[in-house]
């Protein structure tokens, strides 16, 4: 099972990026999904939770800067990020709650300051 993650990239501080991620439609539809990420020498974080039903739920530092989101229709989730900060930059996973754990292969953020 493999999870499609896109859309990181390098971006000055204030700039916005959108992560998306694609997983199968036999995992997705009933599936809770995370967006986690890690920062060099830290360890991985949540970021945000989104349920099939759509309730969203971001951790504290993004409140106010990032959207999580999820299309049901292209069996995607996506993470809108604004405002981006330099402790924003880190590794990026798309996560799945299926199987005990389900994960994307990562996708580099890194914001310049």
């Known amino acids: 099972v493999q999870l499609q993650a896109s859309g990181g990239g390098l971006v000055e501080a204030g700039g916005s990026l959108r992560l998306s991620c694609a997983a199968p439609?036999?995992?997705?539809?009933?599936?809770?999904m995370d967006w986690y990420r890690q920062a060099p020498g830290k360890e991985r974080e949540l970021v945000g939770t989104?349920?099939?039903?759509?309730?969203?739920n971001l951790v504290d530092s993004v409140k106010g800067r990032f959207t999580i989101s999820r299309d049901n229709t292209k069996n995607r989730i996506e993470l809108q990020m604004n405002s981006l900060k330099p402790e924003d930059t880190g590794v990026y996973y798309c996560?799945?709650?299926?199987?005990?754990?389900?994960w994307g292969q990562g996708t580099q953020v890194t914001v310049s300051s």
């Open positions: 996560h799945a709650r299926y199987g005990g754990d389900t």
């Open positions: 439609e036999f995992i997705f539809k009933f599936t809770i």
């Open positions: 989104v349920t099939p039903a759509g309730y969203t």
